[in-house]
């Protein structure tokens, strides 16, 4: 269990190239482009990592950067957390099981003139957050308040969020569950015995046998493979 938990709102791909020599009247060739995890959470908890502490870094990511990003994490041997980009991935594949479709033939151009009352007002503070700056931590919350709010069609709500999406540039609408599992680099199983471990935890969940849930989740800890309640 990490001891210490940070949380970075705003993580980042860190690239860095270099040269031999600088030269002003000479083409200069950069060396391959090497990349780091970045933001401030992320770096606090891979310092607390480097001196021989546990951290667990908590982020909101997806799409290939957040993979590559996840990646370099594991590379490194710091635990991260996707809690929150797997709920939102798993709550708007509700709202597409439950959709007609209509949500995926309005243009950009009419979403406003198309969007439900209720949605207006989200999505004015999405494009205040977005034009201040591009405030990710103001526009992320206002995802989980468009997939929150009632007596919304389901439809409309896909509407809005697919624009979202393609702002922010996560690829929500498309990411399944199953799309965000890392296998880190400590994991002493392969993902099929990982797949079938945690099915079998599953079971014993649906049948209320806590004790044999938890004595399986322990066994996946221990080698190297951190279990959610609620992952798919």
């Known amino acids: 269990m990490a001891s210490i938990v940070t949380l970075t709102l705003s993580p980042a791909l860190d690239c860095a190239t270099g040269i031999a020599h600088l030269c002003p009247d000479a083409k200069l060739r950069c060396s391959p482009p090497s990349y780091a995890p970045g933001g401030g959470g992320i770096n606090v908890a891979r310092a607390i990592h480097k001196l021989g502490g546990h951290a667990l870094a908590l982020c909101p990511i997806g799409g290939p950067s957040g993979q590559h990003l996840l990646e370099l994490l594991s590379a490194e041997g710091v635990a991260a957390a996707l809690t929150r980009l797997k709920r939102l991935v798993k709550s708007i594949g509700d709202l597409k099981s ?135």
């Open 98 to 232: 439950r959709a007609l479709g209509q949500w995926e033939m309005v243009p950009s151009h009419l979403l406003t003139q198309q969007l439900h009352p209720k949605l207006q007002p989200l999505l004015s503070q999405f494009d205040a957050a977005i034009s201040e700056g591009l405030l990710t931590p103001k526009a992320l919350p206002l995802l989980d308040e468009v997939i929150g709010i009632k007596k919304v069609p389901a439809d409309d709500k896909l509407m809005l969020i697919s624009k979202m999406d393609e702002i922010l540039g996560l690829n929500l609408i498309r990411l399944s569950r199953e799309a965000l599992r890392i296998t880190p680099k400590n994991a002493l199983i392969d993902i099929r015995l990982i797949e079938e471990t945690i099915d079998e935890r599953e079971a014993a969940r649906t049948e209320r046998n806590f004790a044999a849930s938890d004595a399986i989740r322990d066994a996946l800890i221990a080698q190297g493979v951190d279990v959610m309640d609620g992952d798919p």
